[in-house]
Structures are given as C-alpha cells and as structure tokens.
C-alpha cells in the first residue's frame, strides 16, 4: 500500500538540515485511501493527515472502492490543492537536534462507507550532524 516513501531539499527552509521536507506516495488498488500517520522517530506526537483529494467510488459489480493513488507533498511554497481546492497539507517536520530518526508512515484505506480497513507502513532514516 505504501508506494513511495522519501525525502527532498525543503523549498521552504533550504540548506537546513533540521527540516525533514518528507514525500509520501500510497496505492491501494480496492481502497480508498483515507489517512496517513507519521512517526518521526523524536519522541514527539503522531502527526495525522486525513488527506485524499479524490471522492470515494464504489464499483459495480463488487462494490469495492476503485483503485487510487494519493501523495503527500511536503513543498509548502506550491502545494498540490484537492478537488475541492482544499491544499495538500505539509509534510515538512522540525527536528531541534542533530542525529538520525527513523520516520514511520501509516497508510489506511477502507472501503467507500469505512468498513474493512486495510493499512500499511514503512519507514526511512533521517540522519544529519
């Protein structure tokens, strides 16, 4: 479920390393993807976004969700919008200290009416001095 997971110089904050600029990529081919959580390995809170740009479809015969793809981009300067026009939200993180963090992501998808749930994760490393 989980597609792509990583990381890119922050539009916002270039050539510091404290910011974490993280790109999430997750496909689910009879799902519809409904929340990302990340753990960003610090100690600190769950960051939770219920982000999918795309409405929930149910297709005959079966009923099940069509398949999709939904990223998160962490460019706060030009965010993807939604549909509706409502903004991607960043995925840039704060780090006060230097070491490495090992990031984990949660993707959760169900069906159309939020029965049978169905995740994924993975996870990366983010190391600087």
């Given at each position: 479920?989980?597609?792509?997971?990583?990381?890119?110089?922050?539009?916002?904050?270039?050539?510091?390393?404290?910011?974490l600029?993280?790109?999430?990529?997750?496909?689910?081919?009879?799902?519809?993807i409904?929340?990302?959580?990340?753990?960003?390995?610090?100690?600190?809170?769950?960051?939770?976004?219920?982000?999918?740009?795309?409405?929930?479809?149910a297709?005959?015969?079966?009923?099940?969700?069509?398949?999709?793809?939904?990223?998160?981009?962490?460019?706060?300067?030009?965010?993807?919008?939604?549909?509706?026009?409502?903004?991607?939200?960043?995925?840039?993180?704060?780090?006060?200290?230097?070491?490495?963090?090992?990031?984990?992501?949660?993707?959760?998808?169900?069906?159309?009416?939020?029965?049978?749930?169905?995740?994924?994760?993975?996870?990366?490393?983010?190391?600087?001095?």
């Amino acid at each position: 479920m989980l597609k792509t997971l990583g990381n890119y110089k922050s539009v916002d904050h270039p050539g510091d390393l404290h910011y974490l600029p993280l790109f999430i990529g997750a496909q689910d081919d009879d799902g519809w993807i409904r929340q990302f959580v990340v753990d960003w390995g610090d100690g600190g809170p769950l960051t939770t976004y219920d982000y999918n740009p795309f409405p929930c479809k149910a297709m005959p015969p079966s009923g099940w969700p069509a398949g999709n793809y939904v990223s998160l981009p962490s460019d706060t300067t030009h965010p993807l919008v939604a549909i509706d026009g409502t903004p991607a939200p960043s995925t840039e993180h704060y780090y006060p200290d230097p070491g490495s963090y090992i990031v984990t992501v949660t993707v959760r998808s169900t069906a159309c009416d939020g029965s049978d749930p169905q995740e994924g994760s993975g996870t990366t490393t983010w190391s600087f001095n």
